[in-house]
């Protein structure tokens, strides 16, 4: 009985093991808007800690938005800043649904889910802390049917 114990001690250890090997993420946070929804002025800022300046990371936009979003995209302006203040901007466009109206990504309960590929296999010259800023640029006041914003920044495969 005790052989047995043991080995199925071992068999979860080594399954925890390997599912946190498995996990590539470095960073993966999300702003959650309330009710009034993503204001023009709000801009989501998520600080990424990076240590290993020798690998390639890839860098993603998670959104969730409800079906009755107006708009097929979401335009973003975004701001890369790095621990010694170099500044990278950019504007970008989520498409989240085709011509026809059918919303890409996962349904989830009420809301459709995307993970959008931002920058890919970038290398991050120097170690510390760097600032990410998300602001929405679609010229309305309140995008009500945005419900989160997140970044993730994960090991390139």
């Known amino acids: 009985m005790a052989t047995t114990r043991k080995k199925i001690i071992f068999l979860f250890t080594l399954a925890f093991i390997l599912f946190i090997s498995c996990n590539n993420s ?8 309330n009710n009034a929804g993503w ?3 709000s801009i989501a800022i998520f600080l990424v800690n990076i240590e290993n300046t020798n690998e390639g990371y890839d860098i993603f936009i998670k ?18 800043i ?3 203040g170099k500044i990278i901007t950019d504007t970008i466009e989520c498409v989240i649904a085709d011509n026809n109206g059918k919303w890409y990504g996962n349904k989830q309960s009420e809301l459709y889910y995307n993970k959008l590929n931002f920058r ?27 419900k989160e914003i997140g970044l993730s920044v994960e090991n390139t495969k």
């Open 26 to 33: 470095v960073f993966d946070n999300s702003y959650k808007f």
């Open 82 to 84: 790095s621990p010694k």
């Open 120 to 146: 890919k296999n970038i290398a991050f010259p120097i170690k510390g802390v760097y600032t990410f800023e998300i602001e929405q640029a679609m010229r309305l006041n309140n995008l009500l049917e945005i």
């Open 39 to 41: 204001n023009k002025d």
């Open 63 to 80: 959104l969730k938005n409800t079906d009755s979003y107006q708009y097929s995209n979401l335009f973003l302006f975004t701001k890369i």
